[in-house]
Protein backbone atom coordinates (compact mmCIF):
# COMPACT_ATOMS: atom_id res chain seq x y z
CA UNK A 1 0.00 0.00 0.00
CA UNK A 2 1.15 3.52 -1.01
CA UNK A 3 2.21 5.17 2.03
CA UNK A 4 2.76 8.24 0.88
CA UNK A 5 -0.94 8.89 1.17
CA UNK A 6 -1.05 8.65 4.71
CA UNK A 7 1.47 11.79 4.90
CA UNK A 8 -1.57 13.85 5.26
CA UNK A 9 -3.23 11.85 8.32
CA UNK A 10 0.17 12.25 9.88
CA UNK A 11 0.43 15.94 9.74
CA UNK A 12 -2.94 16.66 11.05
CA UNK A 13 -2.72 13.98 13.68
CA UNK A 14 0.46 16.29 14.79
CA UNK A 15 -1.01 19.57 14.46
CA UNK A 16 -4.04 17.94 16.83
CA UNK A 17 -1.56 16.88 19.18
CA UNK A 18 0.84 19.27 19.54
CA UNK A 19 -1.18 22.64 18.49
CA UNK A 20 0.93 26.25 18.19
CA UNK A 21 3.83 24.29 19.27
CA UNK A 22 4.11 22.53 16.13
CA UNK A 23 6.13 24.84 13.91
CA UNK A 24 6.82 22.83 10.86
CA UNK A 25 6.69 19.24 9.56
CA UNK A 26 9.12 18.14 6.75
CA UNK A 27 9.46 14.53 4.44
CA UNK A 28 13.52 14.19 3.23
CA UNK A 29 15.41 11.69 1.51
CA UNK A 30 15.05 9.92 -1.12
CA UNK A 31 11.28 10.04 -0.43
CA UNK A 32 11.03 13.19 -1.78
CA UNK A 33 12.99 13.02 -5.40
CA UNK A 34 12.80 10.48 -7.87
CA UNK A 35 14.65 7.93 -6.16
CA UNK A 36 12.29 6.72 -4.16
CA UNK A 37 11.16 3.12 -4.44
CA UNK A 38 8.43 1.99 -2.30
CA UNK A 39 9.46 -1.65 -1.24
CA UNK A 40 13.34 -0.23 -0.29
CA UNK A 41 12.46 3.43 0.49
CA UNK A 42 11.79 4.98 4.16
CA UNK A 43 9.29 7.61 4.29
CA UNK A 44 11.76 10.06 6.81
CA UNK A 45 9.64 13.07 8.84
CA UNK A 46 11.15 15.24 10.97
CA UNK A 47 9.09 17.55 13.03
CA UNK A 48 10.37 20.85 14.66
CA UNK A 49 8.71 22.38 17.78
CA UNK A 50 8.83 25.74 20.06
CA UNK A 51 8.94 23.37 22.88
CA UNK A 52 10.62 19.84 23.16
CA UNK A 53 9.84 18.82 26.84
CA UNK A 54 8.47 15.30 28.26
CA UNK A 55 5.42 16.89 28.24
CA UNK A 56 4.95 17.86 24.60
CA UNK A 57 6.27 15.08 23.67
CA UNK A 58 4.29 12.64 25.58
CA UNK A 59 1.24 14.81 23.02
CA UNK A 60 3.21 13.45 19.77
CA UNK A 61 3.19 10.02 21.37
CA UNK A 62 0.26 8.92 19.94
CA UNK A 63 0.79 10.10 16.18
CA UNK A 64 4.70 8.53 16.25
CA UNK A 65 3.41 5.09 17.56
CA UNK A 66 0.60 5.58 14.64
CA UNK A 67 3.19 6.80 11.73
CA UNK A 68 5.43 3.37 13.04
CA UNK A 69 2.90 0.87 13.06
CA UNK A 70 2.24 1.79 9.62
CA UNK A 71 5.73 0.50 8.74
CA UNK A 72 7.84 4.31 8.58
CA UNK A 73 10.25 5.30 11.03
CA UNK A 74 9.53 7.44 13.37
CA UNK A 75 9.36 10.96 13.24
CA UNK A 76 12.39 12.66 14.16
CA UNK A 77 11.61 15.71 16.58
CA UNK A 78 14.36 18.88 17.48
CA UNK A 79 13.76 22.26 18.54
CA UNK A 80 15.14 24.54 15.87
CA UNK A 81 17.91 25.95 17.97
CA UNK A 82 19.05 21.94 18.81
CA UNK A 83 18.57 21.06 14.78
CA UNK A 84 21.35 24.56 14.51
CA UNK A 85 23.75 22.85 17.20
CA UNK A 86 23.48 19.42 15.44
CA UNK A 87 24.72 21.01 12.53
CA UNK A 88 28.34 19.55 13.27
CA UNK A 89 27.38 16.14 14.19
CA UNK A 90 25.13 15.55 11.66
CA UNK A 91 26.68 17.61 8.49
CA UNK A 92 25.98 15.00 6.38
CA UNK A 93 21.91 14.42 7.53
CA UNK A 94 21.61 17.71 7.50
CA UNK A 95 23.07 18.88 4.12
CA UNK A 96 21.05 15.60 2.58
CA UNK A 97 17.54 17.34 3.97
CA UNK A 98 18.53 20.75 2.58
CA UNK A 99 18.78 20.02 -0.98
CA UNK A 100 16.39 16.66 -1.02
CA UNK A 101 13.34 17.57 1.18
CA UNK A 102 9.37 18.58 0.56
CA UNK A 103 8.09 20.57 3.13
CA UNK A 104 4.05 18.93 4.57
CA UNK A 105 3.64 22.02 7.20
CA UNK A 106 4.78 25.58 7.87
CA UNK A 107 7.74 27.68 6.36
CA UNK A 108 10.61 25.91 5.02
CA UNK A 109 13.26 26.24 8.23
CA UNK A 110 16.30 24.17 6.18
CA UNK A 111 17.19 27.17 3.67
CA UNK A 112 18.74 29.11 6.19
CA UNK A 113 20.29 26.36 7.75
CA UNK A 114 24.42 26.47 7.73
CA UNK A 115 26.18 22.74 7.18
CA UNK A 116 29.65 23.27 8.68
CA UNK A 117 31.37 21.46 5.29
CA UNK A 118 34.93 20.96 7.30
CA UNK A 119 33.07 18.40 9.62
CA UNK A 120 30.77 17.11 6.56
CA UNK A 121 34.33 16.05 5.32
CA UNK A 122 35.03 14.14 8.87
CA UNK A 123 31.80 12.71 8.73
CA UNK A 124 31.52 11.15 5.17
CA UNK A 125 35.75 9.48 6.04
CA UNK A 126 34.14 7.91 9.36
CA UNK A 127 30.80 6.79 7.86
CA UNK A 128 32.11 4.88 4.72
CA UNK A 129 34.88 3.32 7.46
CA UNK A 130 32.04 2.34 9.45
CA UNK A 131 29.27 1.11 6.82
CA UNK A 132 32.59 -0.94 5.29
CA UNK A 133 33.25 -2.82 8.87
CA UNK A 134 29.64 -3.06 9.15
CA UNK A 135 29.03 -4.88 6.03
CA UNK A 136 31.93 -7.13 6.96
CA UNK A 137 30.24 -8.04 10.14
CA UNK A 138 26.95 -8.42 8.36
CA UNK A 139 29.36 -11.19 6.11
CA UNK A 140 30.71 -12.78 8.93
CA UNK A 141 27.10 -13.63 10.70
CA UNK A 142 26.08 -14.66 7.81
CA UNK A 143 24.82 -18.38 7.61
CA UNK A 144 26.31 -18.75 3.84
CA UNK A 145 23.24 -18.79 1.97
CA UNK A 146 23.32 -17.62 -1.77
CA UNK A 147 19.89 -15.50 -0.98
CA UNK A 148 21.28 -13.82 2.44
CA UNK A 149 24.47 -12.92 0.61
CA UNK A 150 22.48 -10.88 -1.82
CA UNK A 151 19.93 -9.58 0.65
CA UNK A 152 22.95 -8.21 2.60
CA UNK A 153 24.71 -6.25 -0.43
CA UNK A 154 21.49 -4.73 -1.67
CA UNK A 155 20.69 -3.88 2.36
CA UNK A 156 23.53 -1.88 2.35
CA UNK A 157 23.34 -0.54 -1.14
CA UNK A 158 21.54 2.62 -0.60
CA UNK A 159 23.67 3.59 2.20
CA UNK A 160 26.64 3.49 0.22
CA UNK A 161 24.85 5.49 -2.57
CA UNK A 162 24.45 8.27 -0.62
CA UNK A 163 27.66 8.39 0.91
CA UNK A 164 28.88 8.00 -2.67
CA UNK A 165 27.28 11.24 -3.27
CA UNK A 166 28.19 12.96 -0.34
CA UNK A 167 32.16 11.70 -1.27
CA UNK A 168 31.76 13.85 -4.46
CA UNK A 169 30.87 16.68 -2.74
CA UNK A 170 33.83 16.49 -0.24
CA UNK A 171 35.67 16.42 -2.57
CA UNK A 172 34.73 19.69 -4.33
CA UNK A 173 32.91 17.91 -7.33
CA UNK A 174 29.20 18.43 -8.56
CA UNK A 175 26.70 15.47 -7.29
CA UNK A 176 24.47 14.28 -9.70
CA UNK A 177 20.41 13.85 -8.31
CA UNK A 178 20.82 10.21 -10.24
CA UNK A 179 22.78 7.46 -8.15
CA UNK A 180 24.33 5.31 -11.47
CA UNK A 181 25.74 9.28 -12.53
CA UNK A 182 27.11 9.86 -8.77
CA UNK A 183 28.58 6.17 -9.12
CA UNK A 184 30.22 6.39 -12.44
CA UNK A 185 31.74 10.06 -11.96
CA UNK A 186 33.16 8.81 -8.69
CA UNK A 187 34.75 5.32 -9.87
CA UNK A 188 36.31 7.70 -12.47
CA UNK A 189 37.47 10.24 -10.17
CA UNK A 190 39.08 7.20 -7.22
CA UNK A 191 39.55 4.84 -9.95
CA UNK A 192 37.27 1.67 -9.34
CA UNK A 193 35.29 -0.49 -11.12
CA UNK A 194 31.63 0.45 -10.17
CA UNK A 195 29.97 -2.30 -12.26
CA UNK A 196 29.27 -4.32 -9.33
CA UNK A 197 27.94 -1.17 -7.27
CA UNK A 198 25.92 -0.62 -10.49
CA UNK A 199 24.23 -4.51 -10.82
CA UNK A 200 23.39 -4.74 -6.98
CA UNK A 201 21.51 -0.73 -7.39
CA UNK A 202 19.80 -2.17 -10.30
CA UNK A 203 18.66 -5.47 -8.79
CA UNK A 204 16.99 -3.47 -5.57
CA UNK A 205 15.46 -0.65 -8.00
CA UNK A 206 13.92 -3.63 -9.85
CA UNK A 207 15.70 -3.32 -13.03
CA UNK A 208 17.62 -6.74 -12.91
CA UNK A 209 16.31 -9.85 -11.23
CA UNK A 210 18.78 -10.86 -8.70
CA UNK A 211 18.94 -14.33 -9.94
CA UNK A 212 20.65 -12.89 -12.53
CA UNK A 213 23.78 -12.34 -10.40
CA UNK A 214 26.24 -14.39 -8.87
CA UNK A 215 26.09 -13.69 -5.17
CA UNK A 216 29.57 -14.36 -4.27
CA UNK A 217 31.36 -12.94 -7.32
CA UNK A 218 28.94 -9.76 -6.57
CA UNK A 219 29.58 -9.42 -2.98
CA UNK A 220 33.44 -9.39 -3.61
CA UNK A 221 33.33 -7.12 -5.77
CA UNK A 222 31.09 -5.23 -4.49
CA UNK A 223 33.31 -5.31 -1.13
CA UNK A 224 35.90 -4.10 -3.32
CA UNK A 225 34.13 -1.11 -4.62
CA UNK A 226 33.24 0.01 -1.30
CA UNK A 227 36.60 -0.83 0.36
CA UNK A 228 38.59 1.37 -2.28
CA UNK A 229 36.04 4.20 -1.77
CA UNK A 230 36.83 4.39 1.74
CA UNK A 231 40.65 4.10 1.54
CA UNK A 232 40.86 6.68 -1.59
CA UNK A 233 38.84 9.41 0.56
CA UNK A 234 40.52 8.44 3.60
CA UNK A 235 43.68 9.64 1.67
CA UNK A 236 42.65 12.10 -0.15
CA UNK A 237 41.13 14.14 2.54
CA UNK A 238 44.01 14.06 4.44
CA UNK A 239 45.32 16.04 1.94
CA UNK A 240 42.99 18.64 1.90
CA UNK A 241 43.60 21.87 3.96
Keep these: ?29 SAADQEFREEHSDLNVLCLLQRLDAAELKKLQPAGLWWWRKGHPTPMVFTLRELQEAADVFAIELLDMKQRHRMLFGEDFLLGLEVPMALHRQQVERELRTNVIRLRQAFLRSRGRRSELSELTIASSSTFAALFRHALIALGEPAPDSRHEVLDRLAVKLGFDPAAVHAVLDVRDRKRQASGLDPDRTFAAYLDAVTRVAEEMDRRLALQP
Design 1 to 29: MDGKKYLTELVERLQQAAGANLSAVVLYG
